[in-house]
């Protein structure tokens, strides 16, 4: 079966939108333009429909197809007509879902998460492109939950002492010709979530506030009806709603692919 798929988009506080996103048949993208700088919404729209094109005709083994994705947006971008700016620049996350593997890659701040449903338990990450940068991460979830009047994870030494410096690549005109990030590979189950998002989203939500939104989603509703975790549109919309209620003042863009009873 095809998993469910939808996204939401919305400006925020900002003048022009320069995310894009698309979904398709297993699969998502979604791009920032770097803001403050040249083109950056078309490079973002460059490097999605770029990446939705390679990905679509090569759907027999997503990892090659996602490590070579950078390489296929830089060129996109760098053979544009009319030509960019030459220091247009563009955040770029990919998810493929095939055989029960969900494929994930990332540059810059956008982020592919995977979360499941745990019984008594809510929903929690199974695992994050981000989760490289276990210090960049951690500190962000820490300032996302205090801003949600949570109990913040703790920053445990550990963290600090295995994360290292945090480098912010993106694709660029002049960009990358050798892959920039590694592919995530996680075994799925059924009814997990794979969601990205633009930093307008989870710098505000965090891991705490997405995990939040999707256990309030699953509580029943009125008259009985059941909760909407499962609903790939509910979920983006709400978290774009929700991000932007809580002070995003950045564009804000969310993908959620749902993975059905039996993923081929």
Same mark, same amino acid.
């Given at each position: 079966?095809?998993?469910?798929?939808?996204?939401?988009?919305?400006?925020?506080?900002?003048?022009?939108?320069?995310?894009?996103?698309?979904?398709?048949?297993?699969?998502?993208?979604?791009?920032?333009?770097?803001?403050?700088?040249? &083109?950056?919404? $078309?490079?973002?729209?460059?490097?999605?429909?770029?990446?939705?094109?390679?990905?679509?005709?090569?759907?027999?083994?997503?990892?090659?197809?996602?490590?070579?994705?950078?390489?296929?947006?830089?060129?996109?971008?760098?053979?544009?007509?009319?030509?960019?700016?030459?220091?247009?620049?563009?955040?770029?996350?990919?998810?493929?879902?095939?055989?029960?593997?969900?494929?994930?890659?990332?540059?810059?701040?956008?982020?592919? *998460?995977?979360?499941?449903?745990?019984?008594?338990? +809510?929903?929690?990450?199974?695992?994050?492109?981000?989760?490289?940068?276990?210090?960049?991460?951690?500190?962000?979830?820490?300032?996302?939950?205090?801003?949600?009047?949570?109990?913040?994870?703790?920053?445990?030494?550990?963290?600090?002492?295995?994360?290292?410096?945090?480098?912010?690549?993106?694709?660029?005109?002049?960009?990358?010709? %050798?892959?920039?990030?590694?592919? #995530?590979?996680?075994?799925?189950?059924?009814?997990?979530? #794979?969601?990205?998002?633009? &930093?307008?989203?989870?710098?505000?939500?965090?891991?705490?506030?997405?995990?939040?939104?999707?256990?309030?989603?699953?509580?029943?509703? %009125?008259?009985?009806?059941?909760?909407?975790?499962?609903?790939? +549109?509910?979920?983006?919309? %709400?978290?774009? $709603?929700?991000?932007?209620?809580?002070?995003?003042?950045?564009?804000? *863009?969310?993908?959620?692919?749902?993975?059905?009873?039996?993923?081929?």
């Amino acid at each position: 079966m095809t998993p469910a798929a939808a996204h939401c988009t919305a400006r925020g506080g900002r003048p022009t939108n320069e995310d894009a996103v698309a979904v398709g048949d297993g699969l998502a993208l979604i791009a920032d333009g770097v803001g403050g700088g040249p &083109d950056g919404g $078309r490079a973002a729209s460059l490097a999605v429909a770029a990446g939705t094109g390679w990905l679509q005709a090569c759907p027999l083994d997503p990892l090659p197809a996602l490590l070579a994705l950078p390489v296929v947006a830089a060129d996109a971008l760098a053979t544009a007509r009319p030509a960019l700016h030459p220091k247009a620049a563009t955040g770029l996350a990919a998810a493929r879902l095939r055989a029960g593997i969900g494929y994930a890659v990332a540059l810059g701040d956008c982020r592919v *998460t995977i979360l499941r449903r745990s019984a008594g338990a +809510g929903w929690k990450p199974v695992s994050s492109t981000a989760d490289h940068d276990a210090l960049a991460l951690a500190a962000r979830d820490v300032a996302a939950a205090l801003h949600l009047r949570r109990d913040p994870a703790v920053l445990t030494a550990e963290a600090a002492a295995d994360a290292g410096r945090r480098l912010l690549s993106a694709v660029r005109v002049h960009g990358p010709r %050798e892959p920039l990030a590694p592919v #995530v590979a996680t075994p799925l189950r059924p009814g997990d979530v #794979v969601l990205l998002t633009t &930093d307008g989203v989870h710098d505000v939500l965090g891991s705490v506030g997405v995990c939040g939104l999707l256990d309030d989603l699953d509580e029943p509703g %009125e008259r009985g009806r059941t909760g909407s975790a499962s609903d790939p +549109g509910r979920l983006s919309a %709400e978290l774009v $709603r929700r991000a932007l209620a809580l002070g995003s003042r950045d564009n804000c *863009t969310a993908a959620a692919m749902v993975v059905p009873p039996t993923d081929s």
